[in-house]
């Protein structure tokens, strides 16, 4: 079985071709991908019209580079899968058009894939984790605890009710006038930091449930960078973000506590996995205290290798994969969407916690 997918939800522009070869390490059977990183940091952040318009350029490219790689036609594929939300729309609706127009043209099935469900079963691209386990998504965009019980199947636990974690890391390095991505400039300097010299509210800790806010932190570190007078040093800069790094993983351990007591109360956790993935997940310091947590929970920690964890096409070919193998494919009116949650109903249910 082979299927292309294509990822433009965001700022990658990224394309695969996946096969359900029995060993893991042969599945990826091509890979393409365009960061438009370059072209989005003069800004500090993402600009949604600057990303639909390199996806524009770059995509057909790419999918004919990930067919030429992997040695097919269009013809050879069984499928195609497309992100078709929730992203930044202009994005997704260019990724899933170029989707539906080769699903039209070649008369192959589409498949319509929510990119947090491409996050969600990456870890079973690389790895053949058994269903159910307990996923954190930690990226840029998406901050939340789902138990994934099967293929469509999702209960999320909790969520952010402000920003996602990762971009609580790139405002802080705004502040710190680091470069875009903050995440991997933050760890950095963190190094150099000493992370107690700054005490940062911890928001939500202790609460039920395992719902996140990481707003209030930026407004903390704000503060915390005036209070250092008109010309910070590097050391307070560097005693910031390590500051900083610290308060964000003791609130997400602390979440996660809850996340797993949550998984254990339906499903119990002894040998189940406690799966990490999306770009947060490359922070060294995090998976240090999850793989902790895990093993004292009785827990199997596992994440997918960095280049999955982070947008990819091959977590939306897989994702389009398995949906295909159990006959859920679309038709060519699948819409292009903003917002997708993948559990309705958590989506409809008041944050624990948290006053309506
Ligand atoms: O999954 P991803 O590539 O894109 C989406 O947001 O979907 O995640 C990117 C995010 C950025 O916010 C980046 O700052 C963060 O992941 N990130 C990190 C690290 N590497 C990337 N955050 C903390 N520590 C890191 N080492
Ligand atoms: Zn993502």
């Not at 050879?76 to 497309?82: C, M």
């Not at 910031?240 to 797993?260: C, P, W």
């Amino acid at each position: 079985m082979l299927v292309l997918g294509i990822e433009t939800s965001c700022d990658e522009t990224a394309c695969a071709v996946v096969t359900d070869a029995v060993d893991p390490a042969r599945r990826i059977v091509s890979h393409s991908l365009f960061s438009q990183m370059r072209e989005h940091a003069p800004y500090g952040g993402v600009v949604p019209e600057i990303a639909s318009r390199a996806h524009i350029e770059h995509l057909d490219g790419l999918v004919a580079e990930s067919l030429t790689a992997a040695g097919l036609g269009l013809r050879d594929l069984d499928a195609i899968a497309a992100t078709a939300g929730p992203g930044l729309i202009g994005g997704v609706m260019v990724g899933l058009m170029t989707a539906k127009t080769l699903a039209y043209a070649t008369g192959k099935p589409l498949i319509a894939v929510n990119h947090l469900e491409g996050h969600a079963l990456s870890v079973r691209l690389s790895e053949d984790v058994p269903f159910p386990y307990l996923l954190l998504l930690v990226s840029g965009g998406h901050c939340q605890f789902l138990i994934v019980d099967g293929v469509g199947r999702y209960r999320r636990l909790g969520t952010t009710i402000d920003d996602a974690a990762g971009e609580a890391f790139d405002k802080t390095a705004k502040l710190l006038g680091l470069g875009y991505p903050g995440g991997p400039a933050i760890e950095r300097l963190a190094k150099q930091g000493n992370a107690l010299r700054f005490s940062l509210p911890l928001p939500l800790k202790g609460r039920p449930g395992c719902d996140f806010s990481f707003s209030g932190l930026k407004t903390a570190v704000r503060l915390a960078l005036e209070s250092c007078g008109p010309a910070p040093t590097g050391q307070d800069k560097a005693d910031l973000a390590a500051s900083f790094q610290r308060t964000v993983m003791a609130v997400i351990l602390d979440r996660a506590r809850h996340a797993i007591a949550m998984f254990g109360d339906s499903h119990g956790v002894r040998g189940k996995y406690f799966v990490v993935a999306g770009g947060v997940a490359a922070n060294a310091v995090l998976r240090e205290g999850l793989v902790a947590l895990a093993e004292e929970h009785g827990m199997r920690f596992t994440a997918p290798p960095m280049a999955l964890c982070t947008d990819n096409g091959a977590m939306i070919a897989w994702a389009g994969l398995e949906r295909f193998r159990l006959g859920m494919i679309d038709d060519l009116e699948a819409p292009a969407r903003a917002r997708w949650p993948l559990d309705a109903m958590a989506a409809a249910r008041p944050f624990a916690g948290v006053k309506a």
